[in-house]
């Protein structure tokens, strides 16, 4: 691996307070790239940025993003632009998730997981393609980068919406990919799976409130030993790699692709 290999690069990262966009952010800076890092916790990405500008190797911004707000990632684009001259990718990142079984969701738990997980990700998209398009193709091909899931290829029945809104990202990395192509963007993602982040956190603690684990900290050592082939779950460091090669160079030649980073969970 090019320690390198994205030297240059201006990144756009959504959801970037914490776990994994924390944790990319700072791995894409080591590797010489610039990133404009936005979260509606905007103490979060102060601090992030602050990380990686005190580290001296790429440089960070820090953006107030709401991402269900088309004009707050509008403005968080702009800020990658005015930070950094132009935008050559956006991963992203941001999602949430609430777990409730089937008969018990009600349109706000729907409509909050999709607004966020599915509107928030088309409107990324749409805001950072907007901005290469204006670009010249020749500093190209830029890229787009969803975050899905492993519920991106199947659904668990407690957590449908968020299921539903990861099937969202899986087409919008395939639609994207053939309405992009003419532009010289290219539109992959990848699906992790069992992830101990500050998300997984809550989220253990709410499937022990609607009674699908009777203590917390069980979900994930159940979901390791009956569902992950390799026995563990995992951590942002084992995401980050993955991520920075669909953000590299290396990766030019892929586009509507989702790559799935699971210990085996969902095998394709």
Not at 63 to 71: S, Y
Not at 91 to 109: C, Q, R, S, T, Y
Not at 207 to 232: C, N, P, W, Y
Request: charged share 20%; net charge negative; hydrophobic share 40%.
């Amino acid at each position: 691996m090019d320690p390198n290999r994205l030297k240059g690069k201006n990144i756009m990262i959504t959801g970037a307070a914490q776990g994994m966009g924390a944790a990319n952010a700072e791995y894409f800076a080591a590797q010489g790239a610039n990133v404009c890092i936005g979260d509606i916790n905007v103490d979060g990405v102060r601090e992030v940025a602050e990380r990686i500008n005190a580290a001296g190797n790429g440089k960070a911004v820090a953006v107030k993003l709401d991402v269900t707000k088309r004009e707050d990632n509008t403005a968080a684009v702009a800020k990658t632009v005015e930070a950094f001259g132009s935008i050559n990718v956006a991963l992203l990142n941001a999602g949430v998730n609430k777990p409730k079984m089937f008969l018990d969701i009600d349109e706000e738990n729907w409509d909050m997981i999709m607004n966020i997980n599915a509107k928030g990700q088309l409107f990324g998209m749409q805001e950072a393609a907007k901005q290469m398009i204006a670009q010249s193709k020749e500093h190209g091909p830029y890229k787009i980068v969803n975050v899905g899931s492993i519920v991106s290829r199947t659904a668990f029945l407690d957590v449908i919406p968020y299921s539903c809104s990861k099937y969202c990202t899986l087409a919008l990395i395939i639609g994207g990919a053939k309405a992009l192509a003419e532009h010289n963007i290219t539109v992959n993602g990848y699906g992790p799976g069992v992830v101990r982040t500050e998300l997984w956190e809550q989220l253990d603690k709410d499937l022990v409130e609607i009674g699908m684990f009777e203590e917390e900290g069980q979900s994930m050592d159940h979901l390791a030993k009956t569902m992950i082939t390799m026995k563990r779950y995992s951590y942002p460091d084992d995401v980050k790699g993955t991520a920075a090669f669909l953000c590299s160079d290396e990766s030019d030649y892929m586009t509507g692709q989702l790559i799935m980073i699971d210990g085996g969970m969902i095998m394709q």
